[in-house]
């Protein structure tokens, strides 16, 4: 299956036999409703997200997993909601690739007065509409190639057969 398909198909998720993981973060409210583009370092040691810490089979008992050693293979990059509310989950399949031992990262992000340690902001936020822009710039290349070609008729004389 897909990777798009295992994050909608809420059976073959719950399926998944692999490592799950919950990271806490929180960033300012004004980066949700701009639709911020936001990049977490996530720490090497996570909580497991099947048992909340308490120690399962999926953890060997430990309440924690390990992630990748190198802090730039534990980077994730995820676009805000518009809508953050009092927080979302956000649920993520193969965060640090196909074989990783974690196979699901459940990212809480919750508003709050500034971003946490952790999390960089990517960008400006709003993805940029191209079409008002090319549709602007296409007319005014109309408006200038004709009066090219009207100056240029008018100072031959017009058009001669």
């Known amino acids: ?59 060997d008992r430990s309440g924690a997993l390990r992630g990748p050693k190198k802090d730039l293979e534990r980077v994730v990059r995820v676009r805000l909601p518009k809508m953050l509310g009092d ?10 690739g196909k074989g990783a031992v974690i196979t699901q990262l459940w990212l809480e992000v919750r508003p709050g007065d500034a971003a946490s340690p952790s999390v960089r902001r990517i960008g400006g ?26 100056a240029l008729t008018w100072a031959t004389g017009g058009f001669r057969r």
Do not use: N
């Open 125 to 150: 936020g709003e993805r940029k509409r191209i079409l008002p822009t090319m549709v602007w710039a296409m007319t005014v290349l109309v408006i200038v190639v004709g009066a090219a070609l009207a």
């Open 87 to 96: 927080g979302v989950a956000m649920r993520l399949s193969e965060p640090f």
């Open 1 to 59: 299956m897909s990777t798009l398909g295992k994050l909608v198909d809420k059976a073959a998720l719950e399926a998944d036999a692999g490592g799950r993981v919950r990271a806490r973060v929180t960033v300012p409210l004004s980066w949700s409703q701009q639709r911020v583009l936001i990049e977490v370092t996530l720490p090497r040691a996570m909580e497991c997200a099947r048992c909340d810490g308490g120690g399962c089979d999926g953890c």
